[in-house]
């Protein structure tokens, strides 16, 4: 069965430390999509990345970067030079076959607290 | 363009009423699923709606139930309230462009309590 784990339920940083989110997912399929989602204390979740099984190669935006390694079923996201901004539930989550995103299974979650 | 918008943001109800919640996708954007988030259980899929059929569906009794309008506008539809149904309740719209490139992309949600 799918399943995504977040093993880090809370995470405090200082501004300017980074800081790296774990992703670790199970599935059977070989086709199979990975996000990460911000949820800030507003409640709304933002998109912040899609992956593809097929594409291993790493992501930089800014100061957000991914690491996706198939052979450990991980999907790591790090945060450079956190900024208090930042502080919010960060989500991973996994969308099986070569079809539509509707249905997402998420981790816990984890919650990132960065401080001035 | 604008975002998905969600309908009420909040609402309070007792045990064993009903309530519906309302989703606008974004413009274009014909998909459109629910999810329900609690402190307990986390985000869980509730269902899938695209050109008015439903697609997929997550492990919620019968008494949640969806619709989809030729307008993509959907609603979810939660009879009998129990305590637990107290949740935020988010729904996701994505356009459907093709295998694997689409996004989704959430509302504000709406929080229901239950009293």
């Known amino acids: 069965a799918q399943k995504v784990t977040q093993a880090q339920t809370e995470i405090s940083v200082v501004e300017k430390e980074d800081v790296t989110l774990d992703c670790v997912y199970e599935?059977?399929?070989?086709?199979?999509?990975l996000f990460w989602y911000k949820q800030p204390p507003s409640g709304e979740l933002v998109f912040l990345i899609r992956?593809?099984?097929?594409?291993?190669q790493n992501e930089i935006s800014g100061r957000y970067s991914w690491n996706f390694q198939k052979s450990t079923s991980s999907f790591n996201f790090t945060i450079t030079a956190s900024q208090v901004v930042d502080s919010a539930v960060y989500f991973c989550?996994?969308?099986?076959?070569?079809?539509?995103?509707?249905?997402?299974?998420f981790g816990k979650g984890t919650k990132l607290s960065v401080k001035p | 363009k604008a975002g998905v918008t969600q309908t009420p943001r909040y609402l309070i109800k007792t045990r064993g009423q009903q309530v519906t919640l309302s989703c606008s996708p974004i413009?274009?954007?014909?998909?459109v699923s629910w999810y329900q988030q609690t402190p307990g259980q986390g985000l869980q899929f509730l269902f899938e709606?695209?050109?008015?059929?439903?697609?997929n569906k997550g492990n919620f009794p019968g008494r949640f139930s969806g619709r989809q309008f030729s307008n993509s506008r959907s609603e979810m539809n939660v009879s009998t309230l129990e305590l637990g149904d107290s949740a935020l309740y988010l729904c996701?719209?994505?356009?459907?462009?093709?295998?694997?490139?689409?996004?989704?992309?959430f509302g504000p949600g709406t929080r229901l309590l239950v009293l």
């Open positions: 709606y695209f050109s008015e059929t439903q697609r």
């Open positions: 989550a996994l969308s099986e076959g070569g079809r539509s995103q509707g249905n997402l299974i």
């Open positions: 413009s274009g954007h014909r998909s």
């Open positions: 996701a719209s994505s356009s459907i462009k093709g295998v694997g490139q689409e996004t989704q992309y």
């Open positions: 992956r593809n099984s097929f594409d291993e």
């Open positions: 599935t059977r399929d070989t086709t199979y999509y």
